[in-house]
């Protein structure tokens, strides 16, 4: 790209956009140093970013900049002054693709998002292909849980399997549930990272006139992101609604004897904390508390863990970023698990198990180390 100049509309734009701490920044560096790319040698730096919006520059170099940001919420949660550094990142995001500078890797999946309503270039009339033999009710006014799927467990294939257990168990423990359908859209939380807010308001005004039309009141969501957007992007547009992850309904479900976990899984396993699931949700304990319940499981924590658990590196859209195996965050992750002596990886977040799954492939470790989600460890044992 050219070389830029200050510009006091650029720098007035991200304050416009939420990000009004900015200048609240001190550069003290603790987002650099706390920031996963610092562990892969990457050239993403967040300190340089939040300083080319100071003086009012794009921010854009390359992809390898702006763009890399997980949105893992690390260094916000570190930062001594409180600055708003994802909601920066964004609004720098924003400018760029609104002025039609969209990085390559993401032109097809907001393509997708224009024209079917997912990022994963799948049918809208398929939505829901692989449910339609598990005879999952459809919602109706009246029906206390609308059931979330999201894009990533409707379209690719091993995360079926996650939405597929999950239905099982609430079917199971007779919960009030149902899904809507073709009618639903994505929710809008990649696209929102990826900077197009544009289609982000479309579709998630579009999906909240729905909800509102078929008289959803509490939402259950399989995927940590769709948590994070529906329960705190939605309220900003008009979309006031109870939300809950799987993991929330499950262990209410085991705590309330609604189910019974009697098959013994029998399997060293650890648990790898969702981003979006712990530090953007603050969801910690559900997770530990189901896997303290299942039968001969003998658990070992991970030293990353909790609010300090390593980002698998699929936020922030970068799950469809080409990333080199040297610098994918997965890859330092499975080799964490791996000196544990674990047998199964468990997770809550489809995105994240993609990514380890991918970086299992990687290593070659697909045989010794099983990737899953909580809801299908506990599916197994019912």
């Not at 379209?155 to 399997?161: A, C, E, F, K, L």
């Not at 399997?267 to 319940?293: E, F, M, S, V």
Request: net charge negative.
């Amino acid at each position: 790209m050219e070389a830029r100049t200050p510009s006091v509309e650029t720098r007035d734009y991200i304050i416009d956009s939420g990000a009004e701490t900015l200048n609240w920044c001190m550069q003290c560096g603790l987002c650099t140093g706390s920031c996963p790319w610092r562990l892969v040698h990457g050239e993403f730096n967040v300190r340089k970013v939040l300083r080319l919006a100071q003086l009012g520059l794009e921010g854009f170099e390359s992809e390898e900049q702006l763009f890399a940001c997980t949105t893992c919420n690390m260094c916000p949660l570190r930062c001594p002054r409180q600055v708003k550094i994802i909601e920066n990142q964004r609004a720098m995001r924003s400018m760029i693709v609104a002025s039609g500078t969209v990085p390559a890797s993401y032109r097809p999946v907001l393509g997708n998002e224009h024209s079917q309503g997912n990022p994963w270039a799948g049918e809208r009339s398929k939505r829901f292909e692989w449910a339609k033999d598990l005879d999952v009710p459809r919602f109706s006014e009246g029906t206390e849980y609308f059931l979330f799927i999201c894009c990533t467990s409707n379209y690719d294939v091993r995360s079926q399997r996650i939405a597929r257990s999950i239905v099982e168990i609430l079917k199971k423990a007779n919960v009030d549930f149902g899904i809507i359908g073709e009618e639903e859209s994505c929710c809008g939380e990649s696209v929102r990272k990826i900077g197009d807010e544009e289609l982000f308001q479309k579709l998630a005004q579009g999906n909240i006139s729905l909800y509102k039309n078929k008289g959803v009141k509490k939402i259950i969501t399989t995927s940590p992101h769709s948590l994070y957007t529906l329960k705190k992007e939605y309220p900003e547009l008009g979309g006031e609604f109870e939300v809950q992850h799987h993991t929330e309904i499950i262990a209410n479900l085991i705590q309330e004897g609604k189910i019974t976990l009697s098959k013994e899984i029998d399997k060293k396993i650890t648990y790898h904390d969702p981003c979006y699931l712990g530090r953007h949700n603050d969801i910690y304990d559900a997770p530990r508390q189901i896997l303290g319940a299942l039968p001969g499981v003998e658990f070992v924590e991970l030293e990353r863990s909790r609010q300090f658990s390593l980002c698998c590196g699929g936020g922030g859209g970068r799950i469809w970023a080409e990333t080199k195996p040297e610098q994918a965050f997965a890859y330092v992750r499975v080799k964490e698990v791996a000196d544990t002596g674990a047998e199964v990886l468990a997770t809550a977040c489809p995105y994240c198990i993609v990514m380890l799954e991918d970086a299992c492939k990687g290593l070659g470790k697909e045989e010794t180390l099983k990737v899953m989600d909580i809801s299908e460890l506990v599916n197994a044992s019912l």
